[in-house]
């Protein structure tokens, strides 16, 4: 596929009659007469070879999973940051972050009532350990914080068990993050939850817990969804269950991390930068291709092919490998402290965080004004099939939720999400969940983005920090 | 949904031209007037309930997986034997079936280089043991025997890792049994193989292996599909890799097991049979729900619903759970022999073996006369969505093989096979892939063909013994 603008005079029209409510001075050229062609150039280069898969299996071949205060992480950081510098990118550097180190260890769960079975799971990030030969005590199962609330008298000295179904990922998450202290605060030895998935093949699915501080800190993990219903099933019988939790989890000091910083120094306005990146950490199982070696790789290569193609526009393009997304968000914070004087000429932030899949537009956070434009810029990919702008109220990716706090514009990719939570935060996050086209078309969208916006007359205008703190 | 058939004239007319090429004698009845109301309160009572959901939650969460030569296989067919017996089933007992005992043990996979990192893996079925230490050697990579014979002079004294993609289940299934020992020709210390799955969440899949005797015996395991990718890119990338393996699996001897039989005896001529099962063994992981404990309870429960409606037939329902499909075949052949003064009088052999998925007909073997009488019992499943006869030239399940090649036609329900492959033989393999209302829909197939089958005024003619071998 490649991408071609209308030129007829009819098309030209019809784009004019779409481009309010901020259509450009009369004597500017429209968007996609200044950048049809460069978009063109960009998509068809991005899609032209498979180097940006090429880069993503050795990255996660080579080392693996990254979860902070790893060694693996750190090999891989260095690796990107010589990578980079080969590449010609500007200004390569690690930009020093503190980051909690979180250490799994040894880890299982067994039903021993009614029949003795070993269960799927994953202890959950941050979670405690159990005593040395684990917890053993009958299951509550419950499907919400409600019903917790309504059975908590028989919580007490029980392992508590949320078995919900995955429906939207924000109330999933919740159980996840908060279910453990709820828990502990009806008296719960440890809590359980089911895995978030919506396909499971017996795949546990980790994530972060958030403990309460004004409560027991109590071990947790996730179950996989067959476990999960299992056990609830027995209970529905009128069955006892019983199980083991063993977990040797560990919480050690934080210890120093980077986040990947690189740039393609604008060639007028280099204070003025528009920010695209991922988060080179993951998650300590699979491969973290897809969560989120994808979008960190689309990002890099992002700008590696505006530079490869000469294209260097008026602002600066940096982009930004954050670290520790996934257990802490430090690196996002540490961007932000580290970059204050420099924000209010940030003119854009964009992160890849929905799985390298395939792109159908960008998800954007912004005022109005801003928002036209962006419309205006992702038009230039209308052949390709990546136009759409979805206008969301909060900040849609975590690592610029910092940013986007100050007023920044945020954006995501919009990818395909259909087969996201099938392997996120497991095991099955590899290289293979990866389409190579997929994966070029993530540049593309990135590159075409991030060039024009840091190309155009002037700056996407910021919300006002009140608005966007509101979010 | 329920089942009606059509009955104007018009109708009756277009079924009379379709009849053909076997159309009933004149003064009979066809068989959609004499079994259409017969088959709609069958459909309808197979579909108002949950019974046999509810009867396969309590099988695999009760018994978990059976394994031939386990405790749990022989513990849930005296559960279902006293169960059949409660039901008020005829004739109900286990016969005698001896049958391989292999145990899996402990083992593993890891990759020693490039760098360190589990694998994911299962043992295959008869497999045998790695020394205490297990077997670390370099990993030769090929996708077929053809490039294991090209390049067999790499293969001694390494480790060959067949990594094939999964396309047709015939194809990759001589990789899984014959692979080993093409590897050990070779001089390979150890086979590995690439799961056979259509989708991976680094699930491994395991199945049985077929020693050839003429080589030494060396140790193989299935990979999950995503290690096996990655060991390929390593080896395409010129990198070395290294493997250590370790499994304790051991083969016993020979232990008695049963095949389930119950009956409902025939009305007019109870020594014509038509049977139709499943089979109760499973690999030993999972809960074997979808293959087979689904079609067992398929099978068991369409038996049962005739016996609640009343519907007795001239001939004899006999539902077989077969045992040991999985690891030898030893239950389709001791029920042939033992049975075989009874064969010549067999009209049907069915077995349910494809998952317990939306059933959309059948899959038969026999003669064309056979075949114009099954289509014609189809059809009356129509207006559910069940009437598809599809021929095949060979017998369509592994435990009715034995009979099929005697001449006895064969039919299996053809279900929805789209996500067979995401679960076969793997952890994945559990209740909650099986839906109630599918699950419902494969009893009234069932009921529906053995009723009709077992009650028409002639037997199904049998093929020539002759023609069937040479299936």
């Given amino acids: 596929m490649t991408v071609s603008r209308p030129s007829s005079t009819l ?25 049809g062609d460069a978009a063109g150039r960009i998509y068809r280069a991005a899609t032209g070879d498979s180097l940006a898969y090429t880069r993503l299996g050795l990255l996660v071949d080579t080392f693996g999973h990254r979860l902070s205060g790893s060694p693996s992480l750190e090999a891989a950081i260095d690796w990107i940051l010589s990578e980079m510098s080969k590449d010609g990118l500007e200004k390569v550097r690690g930009e020093p972050v503190m980051v909690p180190r979180w250490v799994r260890g040894a880890e299982s769960a067994v039903m021993v009532q009614p029949r003795s079975a070993p269960l799927r799971m994953l202890g959950l990030g941050g979670s405690v350990a159990t005593p040395k030969n684990g917890i053993t005590a009958p299951v509550l199962v419950v499907t919400s ?17 949320f078995d919900a179904p995955f429906s939207d990922y924000i109330v999933s998450r919740r159980i996840r993050t908060d279910g453990p202290s709820a828990a502990a605060r009806a008296g719960a030895l440890a809590c359980l939850i089911r895995s978030i998935a919506s396909v499971s093949i017996r795949s546990p699915h980790t994530g972060m817990l958030v403990y309460d501080s004004t409560v027991a800190k109590i071990p947790a993990a996730a179950l996989s969804v067959e476990d999960a219903m299992m056990l609830h099933r027995f209970q529905d019988r009128g069955e006892r269950v019983v199980v083991t939790l063993r977990m040797s989890a560990n919480t050690h000091s934080d210890v120093p991390s980077r986040n990947v910083v690189a740039e393609l120094v604008g060639r007028e306005k280099p204070d003025e930068v528009v920010v695209l990146g991922g988060h080179i950490d993951s ?28 294209l260097r526009p008026r602002r600066t393009v940096r982009v930004v490998l954050w670290t520790n997304e996934e257990n802490g968000g430090a690196g996002g914070r540490a961007y932000r402290d580290r970059h204050a004087s420099e924000l209010p000429s940030h003119v854009l932030a964009m992160e890849s965080d929905n799985g390298a899949f395939n792109p159908k537009g960008y998800i954007f956070m912004g005022s109005d ?36 706090a100050l007023g920044i514009p945020g954006m995501e990719l919009d990818n395909d999400g259909s087969r996201y939570f099938w392997y996120h935060h497991s095991d099955g996050d590899t290289l293979d ?39």
Same sequence: chains 1, 2.
């Fill in 433 to 471: 969940k990866i389409d190579p086209k997929d994966l070029a078309r993530c540049v593309a969208a990135m590159a075409v983005m991030a060039y024009v916006v840091a190309d155009l007359p002037d700056p996407l205008p910021h919300t006002s920090s009140t608005a966007a703190s509101g979010s």
């Fill in 283 to 310: 998650w300590d199982v699979g491969q973290g291709a897809m969560d989120d070696g994808g979008g960190s790789v689309a990002a890099w290569e992002a700008v590696h092919l505006l530079q490869r193609l000469g």
């Fill in 11 to 35: 098309a030209f029209l019809a784009l004019l009659a779409t481009a309010a409510p901020f259509p450009l001075p009369a004597q500017q050229p429209t968007i996609a007469a200044a950048y």
């Fill in 369 to 404: 004004a801003a928002a036209g434009l962006v419309k205006e810029v992702a038009a230039l990919l209308d052949s390709a099939g990546i136009s759409g702008v979805q206008r969301v109220p909060e900040s849609p990716a975590a690592d610029i939720t910092p940013l986007v």
């Fill in 145 to 161: 914080f409600d019903e917790l609330a309504q059975r908590a008298a028989e919580a007490k000295g029980k392992i508590v068990l």
